[in-house]
């Protein structure tokens, strides 16, 4: 199985405005072993089935991205590849598509996915807990959906994904609404925190809020940052 695996720069310091301690312990520990040795034909049940609001409204999200042709976009915590496959049509042959996940079997699954139907175009990459494994500069468009609280160390990996970005590269972040009395048990057990919180996460490593498509999903929201030039020491 051929995978890209790259090697990410050293990060420089003080892109995140959070205490360097901090980004040494995980904020969920434990969140992401269920996808160490992940059965990954039942996860395609999981994430590509009626009644998840991502797949549901899977048309309105990629059509709000905002996908052209020739465009670098990075899938971060692809899955089993669902919007991976939909971005690898839209940016054509000369894009290209990065598959990053931590799993190894899902970024084999939706390489071998890829091969299948002729998609040149998509590239594993198989990710640390704490970066993206990107080289610098190298993407227009980073794709975070239903994955951010599956990070258990936030400002390191959005630190990578702003580095990974190029000047006024965007980001697209999807995740539960986690309201007391509102949201579900299981997001309310499951997601570590809010919108608010999360927004405030990702503008501390140097991101910028620039749109929000608040009637688009039912249990999520979809929010479009930019990156903002000079935004950290290293960017």
Known sequence: MRKALFVLLAIAFGICAVPAAAQKVSVKPGINK???NPNVAEFVGTFEREGRDAFDHKDQIVGA???EPGMTVADVGAGTGLFTREFAGLVGPKGRVYAVDISDEFVQHIEKAAKKVGRENVVGVVCRPDAVNLPDASVDLAFICDTYHHFEFPERTMTSVYRALKPGGALILI???RIEGVSSAFVMGHVRAGQEVFVKEITACGFRQVDEQKDMLKESYFIRFEKVP??????
């Open 230 to 235: 000079g935004g950290g020491t290293g960017g």
């Open 34 to 36: 269920r996808f160490e």
């Open 175 to 177: 995740d539960f609404h």
């Open 65 to 67: 991205c905002k996908i």
